[in-house]
């Protein structure tokens, strides 16, 4: 009998939430299908019944976290204050050290540069995407000013999470959201 469609879903988001996972700490090379099926609690067969290729899950796994992680959240929002909000929570030591949902485009900034351009190409359109949301709740709706914001959050992250000095991690994260606060209000860092 086959499984129900809610069944399939199902084993498919634990899969996802797995690549997701694994692949922000560890990178595409870093992960095998054992591995993405060990964190997701199925056996290695159940894999090709959803995927036929690590490649795909992590193409997936990128659309996946962009829909279900912290940006995400913009779609339902209309009003600065919230963009405000949602980049403080960005560029928080919680989503550095990955104490909920997170954005892959800081996560993975590197690993995505060494991929085939099918990666680079779905890593491009979440990008895109995000200086589209970004954009949208800005008051100025600067272009120039929505990239900068986009980059200081991802930038930030990814800095933040290199570093092996808390403190320095804090300050790099408050840095990026006081000039990301300052672009927002009027387009043009302080200064």
């Known amino acids: ?3 129900s469609k809610e069944h399939t879903l199902n084993t498919r988001q634990r899969i996802l939430d797995s ?9 595409y090379e870093g992960v095998t299908l054992d591995d993405l099926m060990r964190g997701a609690q199925l056996t290695r ?3 090709y019944a959803h995927f036929d290729s690590k490649r795909k899950v992590y193409v997936e796994a990128i659309f996946h976290a962009a829909v279900h992680g912290p940006v995400a959240a913009l779609n339902e929002k209309t009003d600065e204050t919230a963009l405000r909000a949602m980049i403080r929570g ?3 030591m919680a989503h550095v050290k990955q104490d ?4 892959l485009l800081a996560f993975l900034v590197t690993d995505v540069a060494n991929q085939e351009q099918e990666i680079r190409e779905v890593y491009t359109r979440v990008f895109k995407d995000m200086i589209s949301r970004v954009n949208d709740l800005q008051m100025t709706h600067d272009r120039e000013s929505t990239l900068a914001v986009t980059a200081l959050m991802i930038g930030g992250v990814a800095i933040a999470r290199a570093l092996n000095d808390e403190r320095l991690s804090e300050r790099v994260l408050d840095a990026c959201y006081k000039i990301s606060d300052q672009l927002i ?3 043009q860092p302080s200064g």
């Open 19 to 27: 690549a997701v996972h694994l692949f922000s700490k560890h990178g």
């Open 45 to 47: 067969g159940a894999f």
């Open 90 to 92: 960005y560029l928080d």
């Open 100 to 103: 909920g949902p997170i954005c």
């Open 1 to 3: 009998m086959p499984y």
């Open 185 to 187: 209000l009027d387009g």
